[in-house]
């Protein structure tokens, strides 16, 4: 059974639209969340991370956590072309130390149509 | 930032022979890293968790044998694949976090893309 679930899409969006990509989670001792985006070829990279209910933006990104329902999303407002990657939804047990392994879902592919 | 740097980004061998793959960190003590596997248009899987010091805690059906791992620093740990096959050919990425900064993400090498002929 998987720990973390995504569509894997493709989800094709317009160039300058919302992208809005959904995550859920079945273990619910998960206390931090995190999105990476990883380019065909390369290691991913850290948009966001989420450790409380409720929204958290950073420029064009707005991760949503919602514990109650085991729910984790990511918005990308004003997509661009460039934005068009897969994005791994990821989470793990405990927030402080380093040695917490994290659970990453099997990612969606974003498009972002001119 | 934390700085993971991931040496070589890609190596073919020969089958059968080994191959050592190093993740150090750059700008920060990481007594934890992570090595990850992921097949063409496939997730990361989690292979092992590497500690310093101590020996590394293996995934379910990860052979501890066959991927050889060590910590022997707060900045370095090494993944050695041992008498490779065509099978392991794959992308392996070691992460590690950089628990004393702002950023508590954890931070991913480059990568390095395994060919075994």
């Given amino acids: ?114 | 930032g934390a700085v993971v740097s991931q040496h070589p980004s890609r190596v073919i061998c020969k089958s059968g022979t080994s191959v050592k793959i190093e993740c150090r960190s750059l700008d920060f003590q990481a007594t934890t890293m992570f090595w990850y596997r992921q097949f063409p248009k496939q997730s990361l899987m989690l292979m092992a968790t590497s500690n310093e010091g101590s020996k590394a805690t293996y995934e379910q059906g990860v052979e501890k044998d066959k991927f050889l791992i060590n910590h022997a620093s707060l900045t370095l740990s090494t993944l050695t694949v041992t008498s490779a096959h065509p099978e392991d050919s794959s992308f392996y990425i070691c992460s590690a976090r950089d628990t004393a900064g702002l950023n508590y993400g954890y931070t991913f090498g480059s990568g390095t893309r395994l060919t075994v002929v």
Wanted: hydrophobic share 30%; net charge neutral; charged share 20%.
């Fill in chain 1, 1 to 114: 059974q998987k720990e973390v679930e995504q569509n894997s899409g493709p989800l094709s969006v317009p160039e300058g639209a919302i992208a809005s990509l959904n995550c859920t989670y079945s273990d619910r001792g998960s206390q931090s969340f995190f999105w990476y985006r990883q380019y065909s070829g390369k290691s991913p990279e850290l948009i966001m991370s989420i450790y409380s209910n409720g929204d958290k933006e950073d420029g064009r990104f707005t991760a949503q956590l919602n514990k109650a329902s085991q729910y984790v999303s990511l918005l990308i407002r004003d997509s661009q072309p460039s934005d068009s990657a897969t994005y791994l939804c990821a989470g793990g047990a405990i927030l402080t130390g380093g040695g917490n392994k994290l659970t990453f879902g099997t990612g969606t592919q974003l498009k972002v149509e001119l």
